[in-house]
């Protein structure tokens, strides 16, 4: 078998994985607080359920696709972002604006993040989920520690601390995105409130 026929085939497993997965995500849209079956998903898709396990082991491997692209996506920006700006209070601020807009983006990924989506599903799953926001939070705790140790006076704020409030304003602008199903956006009176966020952050400016 030639190189270039290999080459095509794999190309075409890889698109049909991630038409897979657009339409398990689009299927957590659309259906909000329902069970997605490999059956509805197949049938969105005009397969055979024997089709979508030929791409995917099991329903649980499709949502770990799912939270791998969540992964891939936001911790790649935040790279970028940690980059491209020294200033820790600049930092926060565009990173969980980037949060807030992904999940604005992809509403069936954040059912996925935020558990609703995971209701009788494996508990790996929900661990995958709960790596994804830890990471978050050590994240938000090295940016905090980093402008700490620079400040000549290292006053003992309460970095941990801060780092999981940080988190937990994450979390519930996400959680309250899927409870209104998917009507009110994560990113909803966020400009005002990283404001008063600011205001508490300016030891680390």
Same mark, same amino acid.
């Given at each position: 078998?030639?190189? %270039? ?9 890889? #698109?049909?994985?991630?038409?897979? @997965?657009?339409?398990? /995500? ?17 049938? #969105?898709?005009? $397969? ?11 329903? /649980? ?8 692209? /969540? ?15 020294? %200033? ?9 604006? @980037? +949060? ?10 954040? #059912? $996925? &993040?935020?558990?609703? /989506? ?6 790996? +799953?929900?661990?995958? *989920? #709960? ?17 700490? +140790? ?9 970095? %941990? ?5 940080? &988190?937990?304003? $994450? ?6 995105? *899927? ?16 404001? @008063?966020?600011? %205001? +508490? &952050?300016?030891?680390?400016?």
């Amino acid at each position: 078998m030639s190189d %270039n026929v290999q080459a095509t085939r794999a190309e075409a497993k890889s #698109s049909r994985r991630q038409q897979i @997965l657009e339409a398990l /995500a689009t299927q957590l849209e659309q259906y909000p607080g329902e069970r997605i079956t490999t059956a509805k998903l197949a049938a #969105s898709l005009n $397969v055979s359920e024997a089709a979508l396990y030929r791409h995917f082991p099991s329903k /649980a491997r499709m949502f770990e696709g799912l939270i791998g692209f /969540a992964e891939d996506t936001v911790f790649g920006l935040i790279r970028r972002i940690i980059e491209e700006d020294q %200033n820790a209070l600049s930092r926060i601020e565009k990173i969980i604006t @980037l +949060l807030l807009g992904f999940s604005a983006k992809n509403p069936g990924i954040t #059912s $996925v &993040l935020v558990g609703a /989506a995971l209701t009788g599903e494996t508990e790996r +799953l929900r661990l995958r *989920v #709960s790596q994804f926001f830890d990471r978050l939070e050590t994240q938000f705790r090295q940016i905090l520690r980093e402008r700490e +140790l620079s400040l000549t006076e290292a006053g003992g704020r309460p970095v %941990n601390e801060t780092a999981n409030l940080l &988190l937990s304003i $994450v979390e519930g602008h996400m959680q309250q995105y *899927v409870r209104s199903s998917y009507r009110q956006s994560p990113l909803t009176g966020w400009e005002q409130q990283w404001q @008063l966020i600011a %205001n +508490l &952050l300016r030891a680390y400016a």
